[in-house]
């Protein structure tokens, strides 16, 4: 499955270059071997099971629009994965993206284009920080930069250079650097304000007579955008709203949410030691003497629980007392969701809670209240 995945974000990839709009049926352009592999896989599937393979390319194209339950040949995932597509008229589910992207060399340039921003975005904040702390610090800052501004103005990243400036011996700046590789530049004929449409919520940009944003779980309602420009402005790159803000959005709530909780009684750090969990949570002892208690958090938000698990990956830098993901509340629409995750972790990762976005607020102010105790 996530073969025949990466076969279609690969061909997108190669119609895009070739100027053609997504994976179509038209035949033009040589299918990638991942595609020819997976078709394979599925014909030999079919022999041993005694029923019918997809007899040609455009018939295997055809299942890709069906659900994956009702594919002549069983396969092997979830219930609520059954569920899903793989295309969507001519363009990648929101599975089949996450499914390629678990196979490496998936999305070339997306992932590309993800390990550069990735890259700036720390040299960025080694060169401004001058011990770990203030590195943490600028870090945390930028990775916030990606998920609240998927629009941003020249006025603004200038504001951020000043606070960010140090630069290379060519006096290009580290924050520069990054501004290029996470977002694509739009430059404006004069000066002034330059008037787009957002989605009210995630903001990230909306078409012109686009009814949503196609954020997944956002309800929000396009709006009007005004960005103050002197020469320009930036919008984020595709991968970089794929990897960095879409799934950062629950991060961004959690943060927020935590932040106003905060007071001498709790402590939160967003991204601890560069991002080895998203978020630690701190009850501080109210006895002299008593340790403190400390919460790791993963905010992860992704269609099927089986690839999240299969991608996750603990991080045993940060001690804490409890290991915990939490889940935003719109995939809690999809039936077995949760079950299907916590299964799933089962024999990969020990210890690994699974809690939904309201639960655990819940519990953190439930916990942040019982003063003095510690466990
Ligand atoms: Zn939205």
Same mark, same amino acid.
């Given at each position: 499955?996530?073969?025949?995945?990466?076969?279609?974000?690969? #061909?997108?990839?190669?119609?895009? /270059?070739?100027?053609v709009? $997504?994976?179509?049926? !038209?035949?033009?352009g040589?299918?990638?071997?991942?595609?020819?592999?997976?078709?394979?896989?599925?014909?030999?599937?079919?022999?041993?099971?005694?029923?019918e393979g997809?007899?040609? =390319?455009?018939?295997?194209?055809?299942?890709?629009?069906?659900? %994956?339950?009702?594919?002549?040949?069983?396969?092997?995932?979830?219930?609520?994965?059954?569920?899903?597509?793989? %295309?969507?008229?001519?363009?990648?589910?929101?599975?089949?993206e996450?499914?390629?992207?678990?196979?490496?060399?998936?999305?070339?340039?997306?992932?590309?284009?993800?390990?550069?921003?990735?890259? +700036?975005?720390?040299?960025?904040?080694?060169?401004?920080?001058?011990?770990?702390?203030?590195?943490?610090?600028?870090?945390?800052?930028?990775?916030?930069?990606? #998920?609240?501004?998927?629009?941003?103005?020249?006025?603004?990243?200038?504001?951020?250079?000043?606070?960010l400036?140090?630069? =290379?011996?060519?006096?290009?700046?580290?924050?520069?650097?990054?501004?290029?590789?996470?977002?694509?530049?739009?430059?404006?004929?004069?000066?002034? /304000?330059? @008037?787009?449409?957002?989605?009210?919520?995630?903001?990230?940009?909306?078409?012109?007579?686009?009814?949503?944003?196609?954020?997944?779980?956002?309800?929000?309602?396009?709006?009007?955008?005004?960005? $103050?420009?002197?020469?320009?402005?930036?919008?984020?790159?595709?991968a970089?709203?794929?990897?960095?803000?879409?799934?950062?959005?629950?991060?961004? @709530? %959690?943060?927020?949410?935590?932040? &106003?909780?905060? =007071?001498e009684?709790?402590?939160?750090?967003?991204w601890?030691?560069?991002? +080895?969990? !998203?978020?630690?949570?701190?009850?501080?002892?109210?006895?002299?003497? +008593? &340790?403190?208690?400390?919460?790791?958090?993963? +905010?992860?938000d992704?269609?099927?629980?089986?690839?999240?698990?299969?991608?996750?990956?603990?991080?045993?830098?940060?001690?804490?007392?409890?290991?915990? #993901?939490?889940?935003?509340?719109?995939?809690?629409?999809?039936?077995?969701? /949760?079950?299907?995750?916590?299964?799933?972790?089962?024999? /990969?990762?020990?210890?690994?809670?699974?809690? !939904?976005?309201?639960?655990?607020?819940?519990?953190?102010?439930?916990?942040?209240?019982?003063?003095?105790?510690?466990?």
């Amino acid at each position: 499955m996530e073969l025949l995945c990466a076969a279609l974000a690969k #061909i997108r990839l190669e119609r895009q /270059r070739a100027g053609v709009q $997504a994976c179509g049926t !038209d035949g033009s352009g040589p299918l990638p071997r991942a595609w020819r592999d997976a078709r394979g896989r599925l014909w030999w599937k079919a022999q041993t099971l005694g029923l019918e393979g997809p007899a040609n =390319d455009l018939e295997l194209f055809n299942w890709c629009r069906r659900p %994956l339950g009702s594919w002549p040949v069983p396969l092997s995932l979830t219930e609520g994965d059954l569920e899903a597509v793989l %295309l969507e008229g001519d363009s990648l589910s929101e599975f089949a993206e996450q499914a390629a992207d678990l196979v490496q060399h998936a999305d070339v340039e997306a992932e590309l284009v993800q390990n550069q921003v990735f890259a +700036a975005l720390m040299l960025c904040a080694r060169m401004n920080g001058g011990n770990d702390e203030v590195v943490q610090r600028v870090y945390c800052r930028l990775r916030r930069l990606l #998920i609240d501004h998927a629009v941003l103005g020249d006025r603004e990243v200038q504001v951020l250079a000043r606070e960010l400036p140090a630069a =290379d011996s060519d006096h290009d700046s580290f924050l520069a650097k990054f501004v290029r590789v996470a977002f694509v530049h739009h430059p404006v004929e004069a000066p002034g /304000r330059v @008037r787009l449409r957002r989605c009210g919520e995630c903001r990230n940009p909306v078409d012109d007579g686009a009814v949503g944003c196609g954020t997944p779980g956002c309800t929000g309602v396009p709006e009007r955008h005004e960005v $103050a420009c002197l020469g320009g402005y930036w919008t984020q790159h595709r991968a970089t709203r794929q990897f960095f803000h879409d799934p950062g959005l629950l991060e961004g @709530r %959690l943060q927020d949410h935590l932040d &106003e909780l905060a =007071d001498e009684r709790l402590c939160v750090e967003d991204w601890p030691s560069l991002d +080895a969990w !998203d978020m630690a949570v701190t009850f501080k002892a109210q006895e002299p003497g +008593a &340790e403190a208690e400390c919460w790791a958090i993963d +905010a992860k938000d992704c269609s099927s629980p089986a690839l999240l698990a299969r991608g996750f990956r603990c991080d045993p830098r940060v001690p804490t007392r409890r290991r915990i #993901i939490v889940i935003p509340m719109h995939r809690l629409r999809t039936p077995g969701y /949760r079950a299907d995750l916590e299964r799933e972790l089962q024999g /990969r990762v020990s210890g690994v809670e699974v809690l !939904d976005e309201k639960t655990f607020l819940h519990q953190v102010t439930v916990r942040a209240r019982q003063a003095g105790g510690t466990r």
